[in-house]
């Protein structure tokens, strides 16, 4: 059964892991640094700790606090209860769902452990929105894709925004970083995958032509802003487009990535 | 050519378009009574000038009025120009893209004219997102829909974030709020269109084939909880699902629209 400890000072060093929620480059610092993240709402904070997640500590108002009862039953991690306008001033804005968790993150899969058994294949390369990458990992759960890959500098997937828009499909989807940048593409063609970069490139075929037939696919998307770097986009095995209006090519990668792999599911 | 008025006081009450912008509810207010919006980055500001919108005031830092040279020179509205740090105290948020501009909104055309000669249009029902609304008008903008249709209750496309993260597609693509919510779907009906309601509802149909052979379309998209009302959802001419893998039936709104607007646009 959790700790509960009331606290009424929102200065309170142990309420550390929930400070500046909102300070982007502050928080990648601070989770990367302790080995946490974070969790928001009583339903992402449930999903966690059923994916194995070992609880690092609780924050939550008062009224929050019978809702997580059998959740708090489960571990021995603190619970901190404080006042909501406390809170926010921990947080540094006003927590709708009211419940937040810490969570010591797990050492991350191999990418043979990852992609063993996998037919269909997400392969994000520079994404910088965690708003895409949670989208992202919810569109591949919704249409069957496998296992997710990211390259060493895509966002991350457990930050506290990616997983409240991926819906929690961050603990359902493997997922794992490629240790190697510059040859990611090619290692797994050799695995036996057909890599799939989604691209505005001249040559690039309809994505539906591009993925018909084949078995084992790997759909591989750019960063926002400029796309696929040259190297990962000249390393695929095919280059595809998804057919738009004349003289538009814009689409945000999460809907380009909704619509690839939707059609992917179909090949 | 913009009259440049140099500002030190951030509370100096000609900024008052500028205040507290990720105050959703205060600003929904402010830009309802006085029949404003804001645009933000270089590149909207030229695209809401461009799309025939008169400029109210524009605020920016110094280093980003050099940039926008050419729009200042087509208009007699104030240009607000003040330190960045001071320009945060304002806005209540480090500005990244450094231009804002607040415009005056047009009146909105009849559904009529909104719905001529448009083959495909979507239908929003209660969306309470900005950036859904936002990504929705541009996935729409990309598959080649001609028209956009607002239940009286859907957010607000010329929401300073919807206008942003719809990349201006919002003055591209004709739109217009319905005035009659009940009867919405019906009326259009009556015009001529198909009305597809995107659901999860037992009898709908694959959406490829509710919209096979359909000339007129209008897809029709309810709000990110609870999905459309029961009333729209009866008042369709065809439910139709976008086919998932079993035991998930969770997409984003924005990511399922693109899967439905991809669809429609091959049929």
Chains 1, 2 share one sequence.
């Not at 191999?110 to 996998?118: C, P, Q």
């Not at 390259?151 to 359902?172: E, N, Q, T």
């Not at 695929?236 to 945000?252: C, H, K, Q, T, V």
Request: with cysteine; hydrophobic share 45%; proline share 6%.
């Amino acid at each position: 059964m959790a700790t509960i400890v009331e606290v009424d000072d929102p200065a309170d060093p142990r309420l550390g892991d929930y400070r500046d929620l909102r300070d982007v480059e502050l928080r990648k610092h601070v989770e990367a640094e302790h080995g946490l993240f974070l969790a928001e709402g009583e339903k992402v904070v449930r999903r966690s700790v059923e994916a194995g997640f070992a609880p690092r500590s609780f924050l939550m108002a008062p009224r929050w606090v019978d809702g997580l009862a059998d959740v708090l039953a489960t571990t021995d991690a603190p619970c901190y209860v404080l006042e909501e306008s406390l809170a926010e001033q921990v947080t540094g804005f006003h927590v709708h769902r009211g419940a937040l968790a810490s969570f010591a993150r797990n050492p991350l899969p191999s990418v043979d452990d990852v992609l063993a058994g996998a037919r269909s294949v997400l392969v994000l390369e520079d994404l910088v929105d965690h708003t895409n990458v949670g989208a992202i990992f919810r569109s591949g759960a919704a249409f069957g894709f496998d296992a997710v890959l990211l390259a060493p500098r895509c966002a991350d997937p457990l930050y506290r925004r990616a997983i409240k828009v991926g819906m929690g499909a961050v603990f359902s989807t493997p997922w794992t970083r490629l240790p190697d940048w510059y040859d990611a593409l090619p290692t797994l063609s050799a695995a036996g995958f057909t890599t799939v970069a989604l691209t505005l490139a001249d040559d690039a075929t309809p994505i539906e032509d591009a993925v018909a037939g084949v078995d084992r696919v790997a759909l591989v998307l750019g960063s926002e802003g400029h796309g696929l770097s040259p190297r990962w986009e000249r390393s695929a095995d095919r280059r595809a487009i998804i057919p738009m209006r004349e003289g538009i090519d814009s689409l945000n990668v999460a809907a380009a990535t909704a619509v690839a792999c939707y059609v992917t599911s179909r090949r």
